[in-house]
T-cell receptor, first 111, second 117 residues
Framework: GQNIDQPTEMTATEGAIVQINCTYQ??????LFWYQQHAGEAPTFLSY????GLEEKGRFSSFLSRSKGYSYLLLKELQMKDSASYLC????????????FGKGTTLSVSS | DTGVSQNPRHKITKRGQNVTFRCDPI?????LYWYRQTLGQGPEFLTY????????KSRLLSDRFSAERPKGSFSTLEIQRTEQGDSAMYLC???????????????FGEGSWLTVV
């Protein structure tokens, strides 16, 4: 079966660093994706990991450990506009097949 | 290129009526996906097309749901005899072989909100 777990909610203050964890148990693995979704809007792509290690992209970084079935999204220098839901998604099959999403982590950034 | 386009953006319908949503993917993207999302949940996969072929359907896709992509470009998702439980945001997404460098990333449209009353 498929199981992707993330914390439901997190809070942080402006300027801080926050780490959002994701664990997964899937029948196959061909990449892990992080998306950001503001309330009432569509998810937008943030990052992609298929090999173990850290991928850095500006204020956002994503880490993957395939042996542990674990990923995290690291957000630095938090801004109010980072308040959103962060979705972890796994591709089980070959390239191009659908992504399976977790329920998302709602991050609230306060001043 | 204006991204993935969906319409209508909002639809209110009475229980038992049929509704149809349209999705226009990013130009030249050969893969198209439909997802459904309710409040507080992540997107749930419904179905997936490669060109005009429907390659995968979720068990969530009951007999009342049908999706088509007749010419391998735009797609439609029809829900027959709508029920209140069908109220959700229906998201369309696309991906293309040119995005191999970033894992065939899926790009989402703005979604079509359905409210069944």
């Amino acid at each position: 079966g498929q199981n992707i777990d993330q914390p439901t909610e997190m809070t942080a203050t402006e300027g801080a660093i926050v780490q959002i964890n994701c664990t997964y148990q899937t029948s196959g693995f061909n990449g892990l994706f992080w998306y950001q979704q503001h309330a009432g809007e569509a998810p937008t792509f943030l990052s992609y990991n298929v090999l173990d290690g850290l991928e850095e992209k500006g204020r956002f970084s994503s880490f993957l450990s395939r042996s542990k079935g674990y990923s995290y999204l690291l957000l630095k220098e938090l801004q109010m506009k980072d308040s959103a839901s962060y979705l972890c998604a796994v591709r089980e099959g070959q390239a191009g097949t659908a992504l399976i999403f977790g329920k998302g982590t709602t991050l609230s950034v306060s001043s | 290129d204006t991204g993935v386009s969906q319409n209508p953006r909002h639809k209110i319908t009475k229980r038992g009526q049929n509704v149809t949503f349209r999705c226009d993917p990013i130009s030249e993207h050969n893969r198209l996906y439909w997802y459904r999302q309710t409040l507080g949940q992540g997107p749930e996969f419904l179905t997936y097309f490669q060109n005009e072929a429907q390659l995968e359907k979720s068990r969530l896709l009951s007999d009342r749901f049908s999706a088509e992509r007749p010419k391998g470009s735009f797609s439609t998702l029809e829900i027959q005899r709508t029920e209140q439980g069908d109220s959700a945001m229906y998201l369309c997404a696309s991906s293309g072989y040119r995005d191999k460098g970033i894992g065939n990333t899926i790009y989402f449209g703005e979604g079509s909100w359905l409210t069944v009353v």
